[in-house]
């Protein structure tokens, strides 16, 4: 079993940054198939906001392209997620996801909050 701590969360302005990071209690971020970002609001679908796989290829959500920066730093064994120039849109829980192919083994942190208001 992999216990996530997602930490960085926040409030802040419209067109701020914030960094979050993703750092398993037990386990390795470079031993994961993926590591992703999802966020969700109350009442809204969880959606994927970003992932990086074991071979380092990445995908980003539209809505967050050219603005979020997924990275993984193996040696911190920390998956981040930098976020800049924040809209009041991507307010949410951000949740990280570890994730395995053989036998679909996904776990997944307690979230993180991040409000972008100003």
């Known amino acids: 079993h992999v216990r996530l701590v997602e930490t960085g969360g926040g409030l802040v302005q419209p067109g701020g940054s914030l960094r979050l990071s993703c750092t398993p209690s037990?386990?390795?971020?470079?031993?994961?198939?993926?590591m992703a970002w999802y966020r969700q609001v109350p009442g809204e679908q969880r959606e994927l906001v970003a992932r990086?796989?074991?071979?380092?290829?990445?995908d980003y959500a539209d809505a967050v392209l050219g603005r979020f920066i997924i990275s993984r730093d193996n040696a911190k064994n920390t998956v981040y997620l930098q976020m800049s120039s924040l809209k009041s849109e991507d307010t949410a829980v951000y949740l990280c996801?570890?994730?395995?192919?053989?036998?679909?083994?996904?776990?997944w942190g307690q979230g993180t909050q991040v409000t972008v208001s100003s």
């Open positions: 996801n570890f994730h395995i192919y053989f036998g679909g083994n996904s776990y």
């Open positions: 037990s386990g390795s971020v470079s031993k994961a198939d993926v």
């Open positions: 990086i796989r074991r071979d380092d290829t990445i």
